[in-house]
């Protein structure tokens, strides 16, 4: 009994070690056929996709299809927003499925790259969530479908392509290589029922440390957050016209941001540990500020106030505040992947995830900042944006976009996180 | 028996092997600056150059070994005894067994979420000390993680690798005390005389292996440094995985040299391991002996 | 065990239960947190509680079962063969002499001393040419290969200290050798396929990035769900799906020591 047992599962494992060996006898032909969950149907009619194509040719190419979207999956409010909102909207009205892969955007790379070399014409990624110095990389890298989004015709309908940031991601030329997704801007956190005080620039942030020597502190970069934080201070003391042409060189870097150099030298000597040392992760320094650790934390997302304060993990006094002169603020897109296995239903999902309907539910669930053009809605439409309840602790809309200041071009980004390792830690 | 039945034997190790050979030079090319699908077709040393140069290079190395070193030689002692604990007191299965697996399943991202919440300035055993009145400030604690002594580091290794050795010890020295010490015992040896002349050398094999594994592992993983580490220097993963992370693909390369560099301190530090273990000729090997 | 052993065994007892103190004391914190929603300075308990992160956790849209469950699945299938392939291995490094013996000796410690990126970036490349990559058994092939080292070495210390007489004397009394190896030796291997498999079972549960770029997203374990969560800090959804992965984990430890155990038995006693 177990004998037999034992040697048929014998057999079944060195029968398949055998393939796998075969198989990697000939490891120069280009795979054929990738498994992946859409239909065999939609395969073929993916073959006949033409961008160019009448809109409704697309929608018509889409149904029955699935449509992949890979993005970080660590937020468990957009996870649910696509899966619970997105992905009934995308299936009532085109016959589209939404499957969303977790993913971070550093693996999503490795792995368009490591298929780009594998010659893999079709792959398993279609939308990609993603922006700045990771769009720059795979658009010179040759990884992204496009140019696209100027065939979506809510493209026309509601975003204002005129507007920077529908025009350029941190610097760079989007080139309609992909479409707005949200709007993000860095804001500052603190506690009214700890602190008083909401520093208004810089030399006001310095006092601020002062007075609550140890309790203050930021990420250490390259972390996204603790990144977005010094450049704002950057900007806040040098001004940020200079960097839009600056030239991608450490020295002419160097040379602009040497006051806020100095500054950040100075403001090391009241931090959380006198800036020997800095927490890796924002999460961590949004942690010690729940715990009381630090009297102040900073968000990319500028409505997490809100979020914090109705799932309990923030005090009800804690609030949001900027700089007079502004802070960085960015917008995230979607792209779509050279070999994604269904162009045409990404189209048309990107085109719904860009409609005011969808948008509005975005800002809604998420509070995200919405990409749609206020101008350009119906009156309906704009009557419910208006009506969002922003929730406690944040700043209205127009507040944020008037202190609104653009990033850094993609290349300078990197530039700054090796400067600051090297001239602002622990001296 | 047979001669063909060893090559039977090995066939599927062969395979995976022959994969995983094929995986690493396919990766190693890499750091030589070959990367085609980027347009970058060129053999080079420059990448390894580049980073040999760079000063902070030196410290991360200082930094990995430090942690890797120290860890893995404590965790080896305190695995030893806590095997030895394991199998003189009978608690070779069951519960307590089920305790020390915990530790072993539990990841290391967990494993730095344990150690904030317990050893950070505002963790569990600071806010104990405060309400005990020993410390008046969270700043009063002493400093273990995020800074150059790596203590933080040290700990949260200690405490997955003390049960890992223990675990990894524990069938073999088990089946030794039962079948050797046990019987030199009834010959009238002592206890403590049977564990160190004759289980213990006997076990050496399994917890000199377990301790290359920990020592390997330790030198080229990057959660735990990465969480719980100082800013600078950082260990040489870490630095490692940031270069990975960095998002121009054309400078794939510098992460591939950088772990080019881990490997080599680990084939290094292998190529030691087996050096010491064969001067130390047959004495120990239980392999030889039969 | 007699008095006289426990007496004597008594710093050996003290050493075990600071170990298992030590290993469980963090756990609680697990626990705690999972109920969390605030903890702030200098409380030694939480301040409020909410059942947030096991509502997210459990949500429709996370699809935590299936995923728990098809992760599992892919573990033990893992530690399946990895205890095979690793007896094998094992059985003919201590008893014959072969050639390349001492490649494999090295083969088998090899994944160990190699960082997972650049072993990861490499196999992606050759599993999209061999059509591996995207699929579940292209992960499992790679979980497989991190997960030998420990087999193979726990099988080959038991493999040697066991020794093959007796079975030799079952072969020589004529059994088959297939036949003399499963009625004799491995119901004394049993405590280290058990081992093995244990270890196998972690290495593949837990990792992540292997996972993650040779499944492409595709493939779906507990860690690929839990890990972003972690990484973020959100310590109440972190912790609840840690405390879901030690103890699925636990459980599964539970059924195999059973299964193993009963099956070492049952050849035992067919063999009386």
């Known amino acids: 009994m177990n004998f037999k047992r034992l040697s048929s599962i014998l057999a079944i494992i060195i029968a398949l070690l055998l393939i796998v060996g075969c198989s990697s006898q000939t490891p120069e032909t280009p795979a054929t056929e990738v498994p992946n969950e859409t239909p065999s149907e939609a395969n073929a009619e993916s073959q006949e996709f033409d961008p160019n194509a009448d809109f409704d040719t697309l929608v018509e190419q889409a149904k029955g299809s699935t449509v992949t979207f890979y993005g970080w999956g660590g937020d468990e409010d957009r996870n649910r927003w696509l899966n619970e909102t997105v992905a009934p909207i995308l299936k009532e009205k085109y016959d589209i499925s939404l499957d969303v892969v977790g993913m971070n955007i550093d693996e999503i790379l490795a792995k368009l790259s490591g298929e780009k070399q594998a010659g893999l014409e079709e792959g398993s990624i279609d939308i990609i969530w993603i922006n700045g110095e990771n769009f720059y990389s795979t658009k010179e890298n040759d990884l992204l479908f496009g140019p696209f989004t100027d065939k979506l015709p809510n493209t026309k309908k509601y975003i204002d392509v005129n507007d920077k940031e529908v025009l350029y991601d941190f610097g760079y030329p989007i080139e309609n290589y992909e479409a707005p997704y949200g709007k993000a801007q860095m804001v500052f956190i603190n506690d009214s029922g700890v602190t008083d005080e909401t520093p208004k620039n810089t030399d006001e942030l310095l006092e601020y440390a002062k007075k609550y020597e140890g309790k203050v502190t930021y990420p250490a970069l390259p972390d996204f957050t603790g990144s977005a934080f010094v450049r704002t201070l950057i900007y806040d003391i040098v001004g940020y016209e200079q960097f839009m042409d600056m030239q991608p060189d450490k020295a002419v870097v160097k040379e602009a941001i040497e006051p806020a150099l100095e500054y950040l030298r100075e403001l090391n000597k009241y931090l959380w540990n006198q800036g020997k040392t800095f927490p890796a992760t924002s999460g961590e320094v949004d942690n010690m500020f729940q715990d009381g650790e630090l009297v102040m934390t900073m968000s990319y997302e500028p409505y997490s106030v809100a979020k914090g304060i109705e799932k309990g993990i923030y005090n009800n006094s804690v609030r949001t505040f900027l700089f007079d002169k502004g802070t960085v603020g960015n917008t995230n897109y979607m792209a779509i992947a050279k070999n994604a296995p269904n162009k045409a239903g990404s189209m048309v999902a990107i085109n719904e995830i860009i409609s005011a309907e969808v948008q509005a539910s975005q800002f809604e669930e998420l509070r995200t900042l919405p990409v749609v053009s206020y101008d350009k809605l119906s009156s309906e439409e704009k009557a419910r944006f208006d009506r969002v309840d922003l929730g406690q602790g944040v700043l209205p809309q127009d507040e944020l976009l008037s202190k609104r200041l653009p990033e850094m071009p993609a290349n300078l980004v990197p530039i700054i996180e090796e400067i600051w390792a090297e001239e602002v830690v622990g001296k | 028996m047979n001669k063909k039945t060893p090559y039977i034997l090995i066939m599927p190790i062969v395979l995976l092997g022959v994969l995983f050979i094929y995986g690493l030079v396919n990766g190693i090319i890499q750091s030589f600056g070959y990367i085609p699908a980027l347009d970058l077709g060129n053999f080079t040393l420059d990448y390894y150059i580049e980073i040999l140069k760079d000063p902070t290079f030196i410290d991360s190395l200082k930094v990995s070994l430090k942690i890797s070193i120290i860890s893995s030689i404590l965790a080896m002692v305190l695995g030893t005894i806590l095997t030895t604990a394991l199998v003189y007191t009978g608690h070779t299965e069951g519960k307590t067994l089920q305790i020390i697996k915990l530790a072993i399943l539990i990841p290391h991202t967990i494993v730095a979420l344990f150690s904030i919440s317990l050893l950070s300035q505002n963790g569990l055993i600071a806010r104990l000390f405060y309400n005990l009145g020993f410390i008046s400030a969270q700043g009063d604690f002493p400093l273990l993680l995020y800074t150059e002594n790596s203590l933080g580091i040290i700990l949260g290794y200690l405490w997955k690798e003390v049960p890992f050795v223990a675990y990894f010890s524990l069938a073999l020295m088990n089946s030794i005390n039962k079948t050797l010490g046990e019987a030199s015992e009834n010959l009238g040896a002592s206890r403590l005389k049977s564990f160190f002349y004759i289980t213990l050398p006997l076990s050496m094999p399994a917890i000199s292996k377990a301790f290359l594994i920990i020592l390997t592992f330790s030198f080229g993983a990057y959660d735990l440094p990465f969480l719980l580490g100082a800013t600078m220097p950082k260990a040489l993963p870490v630095q490692a995985h940031l270069e990975y992370m960095h998002p121009d693909l054309r400078y794939r390369p510098y992460a591939m040299a950088m772990n080019g560099l881990i490997l080599a301190v680990s084939w290094t530090m292998t190529g030691i391991y087996y050096l010491v273990k064969k001067k130390k000729g047959i004495k120990g090997d239980v392999h030889e002996r039969y | ?272």
């Open chain 3, 1 to 272: 065990m007699s008095m006289k052993d426990t007496n004597s065994n008594i710093p050996l007892k003290l050493f075990l239960y600071l170990i298992a103190f030590t290993i469980l004391a963090p756990l609680v914190i697990l626990v705690l947190w999972t109920f969390t929603s605030r903890w702030p300075w200098p409380n030694l308990f939480p301040t409020s509680f909410s059942l947030r992160a096991l509502e997210e956790v459990f949500a429709p849209y996370a699809n935590l079962l299936p995923t728990l469950v098809s992760s599992i699945l892919l573990s033990l299938t893992v530690a399946l063969l990895s205890a095979i392939v690793g007896t094998m291995t094992a059985r003919a490094l201590v008893f014959y002499d072969f050639f390349g013996k001492g490649l494999i000796k090295l083969l088998t410690m090899a994944p160990n001393i190699v960082p997972g990126t650049v072993f990861a970036m490499g196999i992606h490349v050759v599993f999209i040419r061999m059509s591996l990559a995207d699929t579940l058994v292209g992960v499992i092939i790679v979980h497989l290969i991190y997960t030998l080292p420990y087999s193979i070495n726990i099988m080959r210390d038991l493999t040697s200290s066991i020794g093959q007489q007796m079975e030799l004397q079952a072969y020589v009394l004529g059994a088959s050798p297939l036949k003399s190896f499963i009625y004799i030796t491995l119901p004394l291997l049993a405590p280290g396929v058990l081992a093995s498999m244990n270890m196998a079972y972690i290495t593949s549960f837990s990792q992540y990035f292997l996972t993650l770029l040779i499944g492409g997203g595709k493939i779906r374990t507990l860690s690929t769900l839990m890990v972003p969560f972690i990484a973020k800090g959100d310590r109440s959804i972190g912790s609840a799906y840690a405390l879901i992965f030690v103890l699925s984990t636990l459980t599964i430890f539970i059924v195999m020591d059973r299964v193993i155990k009963r099956l070492s038995f049952r050849n035992k006693e067919e063999n009386l």
